[in-house]
């Protein structure tokens, strides 16, 4: 059974940069979709981003286009979320998940009901 564990949390001032790993082990690795979401305390957890390993296509949350990046390796399937320009409101603990996607069950790109298996989470903290 595949496994995800995250990496690369940690602190940054405002501004700052954090690059965020996804490991998967285990079983055979035949997700569609690789995302990350986040979760603020007090809040609900959010889509983040979204990969697709099929056509190298990806969806985004409005709150971080043109600051966040994620990618996959295609040989080992790492996940990264490579994050710039990080603002206090980005502080959550961040999720990495995989499965067919929210587009395949009919909801929307971060429809969790499309990524069954989720890393632990990692914390990552923008604060001056």
């Known amino acids: 059974q595949v496994q995800l564990t995250e990496y690369g949390g940690g602190s940054v001032q405002p501004g700052g940069s954090l690059r965020l790993s996804c490991l998967v082990s285990?079983?055979?690795?035949?997700?569609?979709?690789m995302a990350w979401f986040r979760q603020a305390p007090g809040k609900t957890r959010e889509g983040v981003a979204a990969?697709?390993?099929?056509?190298?296509?990806?969806e985004y949350a409005d709150s971080v286009k043109g600051r966040f990046t994620i990618s996959q390796d295609k040989v080992d399937y790492t996940g990264y979320l490579f994050m710039n320009d990080l603002k206090p409101e980005d502080t959550a603990t961040y999720y990495c998940?995989?499965?067919?996607?929210?587009?395949?069950?009919?909801?929307?790109?971060?429809?969790?009901?499309?990524?069954?298996?989720w890393g632990q989470g990692v914390q990552v903290t923008v604060s001056s």
């Open positions: 285990g079983g055979p690795y035949r997700s569609i979709a």
């Open positions: 990969f697709y390993r099929g056509d190298g296509s990806a």
């Open positions: 998940a995989t499965g067919g996607g929210g587009v395949l069950y009919g909801g929307d790109w971060d429809d969790e009901t499309g990524f069954p298996t």
